[in-house]
């Protein structure tokens, strides 16, 4: 048959385009732009990750700097420090000394106890060597102590303990100060409130505790003696607490204690 001409001929239809979204032309090593499942865009690599902007960094650093801050704030240890000595002043002041002691001392331990689980400061793990290291510090200032002074260290020792039992004064002095002081001055206090503070709190309490017992009056320098003495090794346990950790301070104050408190009274 002879061909068709040309106008009789169907037409074929067109065949679609595939669209391409549009490039951005912002150099020879530019991404294409892509359309992700939800509508937005982003890169070819990248599409279907989660996107971190500096904003969500900054507002993640400033919620956890809030959290410390209040976490610091829920139990004030200057606070309680401050009830603390308007109490043992004005209301144990007729005690005898033994029992004051004793109720204080108890009282802070539990405080400080009570602050480390509510602040949740970290109390690292003891072991032998910061006792040892604490201990060795105590031998280091204490032994040149007992061996120069030994006369004025039993009376002083004997002045500050009158009337109490030796045995009285070995646990006072090895298990209830330690501890207490232990727990909430280089625990709470100083992970709170600082180094200085803390070493100064302690000193002031240790002052009002101990050196409020003797005749200030009649031997004013012997108490300034005293009063410096328990103001510098308070700065000493705050330093190893501060360098090591609380169980070196710990075990400074055990060893300090039966050196120039309690061993003078035996010798």
Do not use: H
Not at 18 to 29: C, E, F, R, V, Y
Not at 139 to 155: D, E
């Amino acid at each position: 048959m002879p061909e068709p001409p040309a106008w009789m001929k169907a037409i074929p239809p067109p065949e679609p385009e595939l669209s391409q979204a549009p490039i951005k032309n912002t150099g020879s090593d530019a991404e294409p732009v892509t359309a992700t499942r939800s509508g937005a865009l982003g890169t070819a690599d990248s599409a279907d990750e989660p996107v971190e902007t500096a904003d969500d960094e900054f507002s993640d650093e400033a919620a956890e700097d809030f959290d410390d801050a209040e976490r610091l704030l829920t139990f004030d240890p200057l606070f309680i420090y401050g009830i603390a000595l308007v109490v043992t002043v004005l209301g144990l002041g007729g005690m005898p000394l033994e029992t004051r002691l004793t109720s204080v001392w108890t009282a802070l331990s539990l405080l400080g106890v009570l602050a480390i689980l509510a602040d949740e400061i970290d109390v690292p793990r003891p072991t032998v060597r910061d006792l040892a290291i604490g201990a060795g510090y105590a031998a280091l200032v204490g032994v040149p102590l007992v061996a120069i002074g030994n006369a004025q260290l039993k009376r002083i020792a004997v002045d500050l303990f009158n009337g109490m039992s030796p045995t009285s004064v070995f646990l006072l002095l090895v298990f209830a100060m330690p501890a207490a002081e232990t727990l909430f001055f280089r625990g709470a206090f100083q992970a709170s409130r600082g180094f200085l503070l803390s070493a100064l709190a302690s000193g002031l309490w240790a002052c009002l505790l101990l050196v409020a017992g003797l005749n200030v009056t009649a031997y004013p320098f012997v108490a300034l003696v005293i009063g410096t003495a328990l103001f510098a090794l308070s700065f000493l346990y705050s330093y190893l607490a501060a360098v090591y950790n609380l169980f070196s301070a710990w075990a400074c104050q055990i060893v300090m204690n039966m050196l120039l408190l309690w061993l003078p009274t035996l010798l």
